[in-house]
């Protein structure tokens, strides 16, 4: 029986020894709280002072400096207008440009009026004709390409000789075109030729379809 005590013996000095302690800090508090107040009162100024302090601190501390932003209109200003360019080259006069002369005008003029005159009588030339060729050629090709090589040319280099013979680009241009003029002329006299040898064998073909009749000659 005596084993049952000392469990109870020991539980009970614990107990007793726990309540003398929590009556001293009671005392120990009672009799002393009056300090503990001063130094709670102590440590919270001292700690809200030194909030104080970084405040002004942060509050009164430098302040960066902000960029001043130039306008950009400064930055590419354009040269003044009264300054001088180095390497200014000298404006060239533009060159004058090269007509055709009044008598050139009349005979590229009369070559093409020929050229639509031979082209509206196609069908009366035989197939395949050079005649023909040649006619549609003039008109897209050779007789444009001469005025131009002659328009190419400036002016003054017009009137300049280009050959040995003296033979300016005037007169060189007149010969070229009166060369085609002549051809024209020429590819007219064969067309009418024919036109001539079809009618006088149109003549032969009647005389033999409606010839003698009775010894008779029909007029």
Do not use: C
């Not at 008598?103 to 050079?130: N, T």
């Amino acid at each position: 029986m005596w084993l049952l005590f000392v469990p109870i013996l020991v539980l009970l000095v614990l107990t007793f020894t726990l309540v003398g302690m929590f009556a001293g800090l009671f005392w120990v508090l009672g009799a002393g709280w009056p300090w503990l107040l001063i130094a709670l009162g102590a440590w919270l100024f001292w700690h809200e002072d030194g909030r104080h302090h970084r405040k002004r601190d942060a509050r009164w501390g430098p302040q960066p400096v902000a960029r001043r932003s130039e306008p950009v209109a400064h930055m590419h200003q354009q040269p003044a207008q009264s300054e001088k360019r180095p390497s200014e080259a000298p404006r060239q006069r533009p060159r004058r440009r090269t007509e055709l002369p009044i008598d050139v005008q009349v005979k590229v003029e009369q070559i093409r009026r020929k050229v639509d005159v031979l082209l509206g009588y196609a069908d009366r030339f035989p197939p395949f004709s050079q005649d023909l060729y040649l006619v549609r050629q003039t008109a897209s090709e050779y007789l444009p390409r001469t005025i131009s090589a002659f328009l190419s040319l400036s002016h003054e280099s017009a009137e300049k000789p280009l050959s040995a013979d003296g033979k300016t680009a005037h007169q060189e241009l007149k010969a070229q075109l009166d060369l085609l003029d002549s051809k024209l002329d020429e590819i007219a006299q064969d067309l009418q030729r024919q036109d001539a040898g079809r009618l006088l064998a149109n003549r032969r073909f009647l005389e033999a379809r409606f010839g003698l009749r009775g010894g008779a000659e029909v007029a």
